[in-house]
């Protein structure tokens, strides 16, 4: 699978964030389906990467296929797999499918839905931190099972940033009750 995952990430980063949707996500006993996405480029205002390397983005100059967990206006980790030239995809909510009991104990609530509607929410669900950043996803505890078909998919403006709000790399399963907002109708 090392070798899958290598040159699953060895692309472009919308590619990836499209491609990611459907996969299976999981940390210990807690899982989740990927749901929605946002890809993030190095020429993209944006993006982690656009001003150079620094000790917090490290991962993101580190090839494809590792993990970088960064902390959201100081109280969220966030998680994002990266991609061939220091891009990201930030992963910006799954459906819970196990663990669900631990997750609603982790985030202290009990609606499926509202459970990893969110980065910050999902990692927390998941208790994703920062010791997880920079490693290869195959050497982490983080598993990660691509899926088998893609799914009927929604594309949108991405939320949550002031720069470069205008680029339409934030992609959803089109009718999913497990994103963190819904897309614009027209999407």
């Not at 699978?1 to 590619?15: E, G, I, K, N, Y």
């Not at 389906?33 to 000790?55: K, L, M, N, Q, W």
Request: proline share 5%.
């Amino acid at each position: 699978m090392a070798d899958d995952l290598t040159s699953f990430f060895s692309r472009d980063v919308d590619a990836i964030a499209r491609n990611l949707l459907g996969a299976t996500l999981s940390h210990g006993e807690t899982a989740g389906i990927i749901v929605e996405t946002e890809a993030y480029h190095p020429t993209d205002a944006a993006s982690h990467s656009f001003r150079g390397e620094t000790a917090s983005n490290r991962a993101m100059f580190m090839g494809p296929g590792r993990i970088y967990v960064y902390r959201s206006y100081g109280m969220h980790w966030c998680v994002n797999f990266t991609a061939t030239g220091n891009a990201a995809v930030l992963i910006r909510a799954l459906e819970p499918i196990a663990g669900l009991e631990l997750m609603a104990a982790r985030r202290g609530l009990a609606d499926p839905r509202r459970l990893c509607s969110g980065p910050g929410k999902l990692t927390a669900a998941l208790a994703i931190d920062k010791s997880l950043d920079t490693l290869p996803i195959e050497q982490s505890a983080l598993r990660l099972r691509l899926a088998n078909a893609e799914p009927d998919i929604v594309i949108g403006p991405r939320i949550g940033i002031s720069k470069a709000i205008d680029i339409p790399w934030r992609f959803g399963i089109r009718g999913s009750r497990f994103v963190s907002r819904s897309f614009p109708k027209t999407a």
